[in-house]
Each structure stands twice: as structure tokens, then as C-alpha cells.
């Protein structure tokens, strides 16, 4: 591999490929988004992910070479080993689909599959937040609440390719029922989604005024982002709604640090990484703490992500790296 220069990472979402020329040191030095297409069916998608790589390989030009090999972040659950994806919602025909072996006999480079939470937890360790630690663990506030977790530099995916469900940590089984089934799950609370629901749920009651002017007078148009604004504007209702939150993250991420002990906690999604986090993060960072035992809560530092969404891009190129060692 001594006269390689660079890798292949790719994020394959259900709207988006996303596909980054990656060199040894994490950093993206060319890429290039498509449309998925996943509605012209699995054939289709993975011709795109094979034509968009050879693409990125043809723009890198003669004096890069060829990569050294691909990773592939993919939603799941799938299996890393075999490469198998085993089913996603948003990738209709792909139920037990060999994707990382197709993609390897096309282009005749080392492939390799990994759920794309874990691989963007593995980018904010190689090349973001987690930079010079070996043990993290992230969380990706979005539509629900992903999670990856690193022990000793290595990314943790337990027997059967499933851990690093930190979204479905029950932590009220009394709540809302979830996707997953149980109730009271984490994402339950603390997804983008169930914050905008919560705040749409108070503001149909009564209150939230700024919200809801914020909203254009329509409790169906308010967003996690549109309560974060009202939160700065010094909206009571909205700021209600984010305490609940950070309680909520509170119990989650003090458990995930007593289990783990890690040296950091990286938040990822819109909200976390927005200018004005700091705001946000003491009342989380004040609950999350409180939750822990002392001794961990010492060591552990909670951040926000660096890498947005080139997290998973890069993660899946570094994981690919780090098998090819």
C-alpha cells in the first residue's frame, strides 16, 4: 500500500451518495454528491455508487493513482463483515443485499460496508472532535438519534454488527411509543423530531408566542431549529422545551458514560454545530454530568462535532484504511 495515496469513502443516504477522494490523513481532497435515485431500484443505485466512484477516481487524475480501497457508510442494520446490508427503510429492494462483493468485482479495489452512524463516530475520531483520543462515543441528533461508540481506537459493534443503538436506550417507559417498538426511547425525547413535536404539542395548548410567530402563526411549520430560535429570543415556552431536552439527553448520556468512560461525548446534527451552541451545550453539559458517576464525569468532555455531514464520508474511508493495515 506504500504507493497509494488516497482512499475512497462513500455515504449512501436515501436522497444522496455522497462520494470523497480521501488521503491518509483524513482529509477530503476532491467529492462529489448525486442524487440517489432509489426509487429506480436497487440495480440502479448500486450502478450509481460504482459509475460515481469510478468518477472520482477518473477526476483525481493519472498522477493520484488508484485508491487504495472504498468504505461504504450505509443505513442498516447490515453486517460489516460479510457486507451485507440485511434491510433500510430507505432503500426499498435492498433486504439481504450484498453490496461491499458487487462493488469489489466491478472495480477490482478492497470494499468494505459499515453502518453509516458508526462510520461518521469513526470520522470525528480520525479527523474531527475525537482527534487524539481513543475512546468516544457519539451522538447525531437528527430525524432520530444515531450513535456510534470507539474503545481503544477501534470502533465497538458487538457480536452481531448491532451496537450502537444510543437513540433506543429507554429512559422513560412510560413515553411515546418509537419506531423500534419499545416505549420511551431516547429519540423519543431528544431527535430533532420530538423536539419539534413536543414544542407544536404546547404551542397547540396555549403559549408560545414568539414560536409561533416564528412559525408564521401555524403550529405545523415549527422545527427544532425554529425552537432554537425562539430559545435565543427568550421564548419560555421554547426554552422549557430545550430543559426537558437536555434532562432527557442528561439520563442518556450520564448512562453512556458510566458504562463507557469516555474520554468524549461528540454531539452531532444541525443544532450542535450551529454558532451559538455554547448556550445550549451548559444546561446539557450541567445535566449530562450531574447524571454520572464522579470519576468518569471528571474525565469525560462533551463536544460538539466538527466533520457536519462530511462525517460520514471520511469515517467510512478511515475505516476502510484502518482493515487494509
Not at 443516504?13 to 491518509?24: P, R
Not at 423500534?180 to 408560545?208: D, H, N, W, Y
Amino acid at each position: 500500500m506504500a504507493d497509494k495515496k488516497y482512499l475512497i469513502g462513500v455515504d449512501l443516504g436515501g436522497t444522496n451518495i455522497t462520494f470523497a477522494a480521501v488521503d491518509f490523513r483524513g482529509r477530503i481532497t476532491r467529492k462529489l454528491k448525486i442524487p440517489t435515485q432509489a426509487s429506480r431500484g436497487r440495480d440502479a443505485v448500486m450502478k450509481r455508487i460504482i459509475d460515481g466512484i469510478r468518477q472520482l477516481v477518473l477526476e483525481q487524475g493519472s498522477r493520484a493513482g488508484r485508491p487504495a480501497g472504498v468504505g461504504i457508510g450505509s443505513p442498516g442494520p447490515l453486517n460489516s463483515r460479510t457486507g451485507v446490508i440485511y434491510e433500510t427503510p430507505n432503500l426499498p429492494g435492498f433486504r439481504d443485499t450484498a453490496l461491499a462483493a458487487p462493488v469489489h468485482k466491478a472495480l477490482g479495489l478492497p470494499v468494505y460496508l459499515e453502518n453509516d452512524a458508526n462510520a461518521a463516530a469513526f470520522g470525528e475520531l480520525w479527523a474531527g472532535a475525537g482527534r487524539r483520543v481513543e475512546n468516544l462515543v457519539m451522538l447525531t441528533l437528527g430525524t432520530g438519534v444515531g450513535g456510534g461508540i470507539i474503545l481503544g481506537g477501534r470502533l465497538y459493534s458487538g457480536v452481531d454488527d448491532t451496537a450502537g443503538e444510543l437513540g433506543h436506550m429507554v429512559i422513560d417507559p412510560t413515553g411515546p411509543v418509537c419506531g423500534c417498538g419499545q416505549k420511551g426511547c431516547l429519540e423519543q425525547f431528544a431527535s430533532a423530531t420530538a423536539i419539534a413535536r413536543r414544542a407544536r404539542q404546547a404551542v397547540e395548548k396555549g403559549g408560545g408566542s414568539r414560536l409561533l410567530k416564528l412559525a408564521a402563526g401555524d403550529p405545523a411549520n415549527i422545527s427544532a431549529k425554529l425552537v432554537h430560535e425562539a430559545f435565543f429570543l427568550g421564548d419560555a415556552l421554547a426554552r422549557k422545551v430545550w430543559l426537558d431536552t437536555c434532562r432527557y439527553l442528561g439520563i442518556g448520556i450520564g448512562n453512556y458514560i458510566n458504562i463507557f468512560n469516555p474520554q468524549k461525548v461528540v454531539l452531532g446534527g444541525g443544532v450542535m454545530t450551529s454558532g451559538r451552541r455554547k448556550a445550549l451545550f451548559e444546561p446539557l453539559k450541567k445535566e449530562a454530568l450531574a447524571r454520572a458517576f464522579s470519576r468518569p464525569a471528571r474525565t469525560a468532555r462533551i463536544v460538539a462535532a466538527e466533520l457536519g455531514d462530511e462525517a460520514g464520508v471520511i469515517g467510512a474511508a478511515g475505516l476502510a484504511l484502518q482493515k487494509l493495515r
